[in-house]
């Protein structure tokens, strides 16, 4: 491997050309103004060329320099010196295109596709950005407008390294030593900047600079990548000046790139202040970045150590979880010996848990099994990773009786499940209530109990709640922030509510009529009023059906009101 240098432009640019990547990174001057980061080396071979960047303790390849038919010989070349070097391989910033074309020669069963959206690039219409017309660009105008009110006789021109160096790096200066938590030092993205400045009679790139009254106050640096596209590097200004940042953008494109059709201007590096302020400018489209790993995946069950990473994939995947109902269900509820993972290496790709838990059938114990928290990072999602897991899973516990929740059944189908169990929700007609002064409600929690073991004596295939169970469930509806109503000789209700709805997620009563008496509880709100129940509820009211639970035993789906089952976890 060879060091890459400025003096390489004319032997490295022929081979970006072939491969005629989208994306800044695949710009030799992008290279160059990170170098002193990255420490990039490359390596050409007869039909491709290859480079190499390590930054901090961390190796990672670029794609492949070449056309399509070579990727694979390349490929194969990356992995192999990866391997006798002894590190991880591993493509950073690939974009989709190439991702679209190793896919289709059937390089899935060997990589592993993380996507990385903090790495896309954004796009922008040129002529929106130039000429700053149209609804889109209203807020953006007005502050250009408000610029040329305040400075009439700004000056705009290219810079020169010879003049204008010692200007740049002093304003340079000023800016980044007006920023909070810098050290002394240059950052390192002035670092890079000085690179491309020192280098601009050996590169093809633009700089230009606003001048008022005779002082650099913006100044911009931009060059040329395929696909009729140009790239910002470096767009500084001073922020005190209103509308100084689209004026200078704005100068450039007046002067320079009249060919071209879109503007890159990279990524937001995950950082959401960034994000808005490229949103806000309207791109018209994103270069979708992955990073490409070597597969090595293992399933096995959880280890002591990877409940910090479950437990991380668990708030990522199911966003109706809060921090308070996601701490209960770790400190409560969580059992590595009933936790299987997915993981390439060292990292959890997916998760679920397989929970014993008893069911009563024609009237005797049943010892069932109960899977939940299946998820899986969505930056691996759509690569079979889920279907693996599951795969595994049901083999361990082949011939048991199996229950999930079907938020999507038809994701569960294929796998043997079908529908167990139906409830119906209920868009409650305020008219049908009663009205009533007093309400006897009670706060033994024993009660509960109770109520639930005579309510499903009248049904068929419920869970059987032991004393544990109890035990948690104040807890555990607290955690999720719902409110438990105990009305005496009645039943109980248990809801949450937000501004527009109240929704009741369970409801035990004892006999038909308590069930009219409880909701009557709510009425005179006005909030909608939405009853999640079992399928012999029989109300004047608007209503749909949900599958709540499916099962790996049933050939077809089952509706039959005399199954009930409700159960989060």
Request: hydrophobic share 35%; aromatic share 14%; glycine share 2%.
């Amino acid at each position: 491997m060879k060091q890459l240098t400025l003096e390489d432009y004319s032997i490295i640019q022929p081979y970006l050309e072939k491969a005629n990547y989208e994306g800044y990174n695949s710009n030799f001057v992008t290279m160059m103004m990170w170098n002193h980061e990255y420490h990039i080396q490359y390596e050409i071979q007869e039909h491709f060329l290859v480079m190499l960047h390590h930054y901090k303790d961390t190796y990672f390849w670029a794609m492949p320099f070449t056309t399509p038919e070579y990727y694979q010989e390349a490929l194969d070349y990356m992995i192999k010196y990866s391997h006798q070097h002894g590190f991880p391989f591993m493509i950073d910033c690939a974009i989709e295109s190439f991702i679209s074309t190793i896919q289709k020669n059937d390089y899935t069963h060997q990589f592993l596709f993380e996507r990385t959206p903090f790495n896309d690039d954004y796009i922008y219409d040129k002529n929106m950005l130039q000429t700053l017309a149209g609804k889109k660009m209203q807020k953006r105008r007005n502050h250009y407008n408000a610029f040329l009110k305040n400075y009439p006789h700004y000056e705009y021109r290219d810079l020169d390294m010879t003049q204008d160096f010692d200007t740049i790096l002093s304003c340079l200066n000023r800016w980044e030593g007006e920023k909070e938590g810098l050290s002394e030092s240059m950052t390192s993205e002035v670092r890079g900047i000085m690179s491309l400045l020192s280098s601009k009679q050996l590169l093809p790139i633009h700089i230009g600079g606003i001048f008022i009254n005779h002082q650099l106050e913006a100044f911009i640096i931009a060059s040329r990548l395929n696909h009729s596209t140009i790239q910002i590097h470096v767009e500084k200004a001073n922020k005190n000046i209103r509308g100084l940042y689209p004026a200078i953008l704005k100068e450039l494109l007046d002067h320079h790139f009249h060919e071209e059709k879109w503007v890159n201007r990279e990524e937001d590096m995950g950082l959401e202040n960034l994000r808005r302020s490229k949103q806000s400018l309207h791109p018209v489209k994103m270069v979708e970045k992955y990073r490409i790993y070597e597969k090595n995946i293992t399933i096995q069950k959880a280890k002591e150590e990877d409940q910090q990473q479950v437990m991380n994939l668990w708030q990522t995947c199911f966003l109706d979880e809060t921090e308070k109902s996601t701490q209960f269900y770790f400190q409560c509820l969580y059992n590595k010996d009933y936790t299987y993972v997915l993981k390439n290496n060292s990292q959890v790709i997916s998760a679920l848990q397989i929970v014993p838990m008893s069911i009563m059938k024609n009237n005797s114990s049943q010892k069932s099994y109960f899977i939940l928290g299946v998820c899986t990072d969505p930056a691996y999602q759509k690569q079979g990773m889920m279907k693996q897991l599951m795969q595994y899973v049901l083999k361990v516990y082949d011939n048991q009786n199996i229950y999930l929740q079907a938020y999507h059944p038809e994701i569960y189908r294929p796998f043997g499940f079908n529908a167990s169990h139906y409830h119906q929700v209920i868009t409650i007609d305020q008219d049908i209530l009663k009205d009533q002064e007093k309400w006897n409600i009670s706060h033994d929690y024993h009660l509960l109990e109770d109520y639930y073991r005579e309510f499903t004596k009248c049904f068929d295939e419920y869970r059987i709640r032991d004393e544990s169970y109890w035990n948690l469930f104040i807890k555990r509806s607290e955690s999720f922030e719902e409110h438990i109503i105990i009305f005496k000789d009645l039943g109980y209700m248990i809801y949450h509510q937000d501004e527009e709805d109240i929704y009741i997620s369970e409801v035990i009563y004892l006999y038909p009529e308590a069930l009219i008496q409880m909701l009557s509880f709510f009425k005179g709100s006005s909030q909608n009023i939405k009853l999640e129940c079992d399928l012999t509820v029989d109300l004047p009211c608007e209503s749909c059906y949900i599958i709540t639970m499916m099962n790996n035993h049933l050939k077809q789906d089952r509706f039959d009101p005399h199954y009930f089952i409700n159960e989060v976890y």
